[in-house]
């Protein structure tokens, strides 16, 4: 029963960090209200293609980019 329990306590930490992981990689909905239009505007070719391929479509539109998007990626240290 204690191998139980604590088998299950751990998937639990395991699932709730993972979740928290994602959470971050793709930003605050703050964060992504910021970015959604440009993203639509410049990125919509890459949408379906991943976060990591997005960030990167952003940076090379940076100079094109919402003040508040570029914010948000210099925030994120990109």
Known sequence: MRKSLLALT???IS??????????????????????KDV?????????????????CLKE???KISQACNQVLKNNGQ
């Open 15 to 36: 699932v709730s960090s993972t979740a928290t992981f994602a959470q971050q990689r793709s930003g605050t909905a703050e964060e992504q209200k910021a970015c959604t």
């Open 61 to 63: 539109n940076r100079s």
């Open 10 to 12: 751990l998937l639990s």
């Open 40 to 56: 639509q505007k410049f990125c919509r070719p890459v949408i379906d293609q991943g976060d990591l391929t997005i960030l990167a």
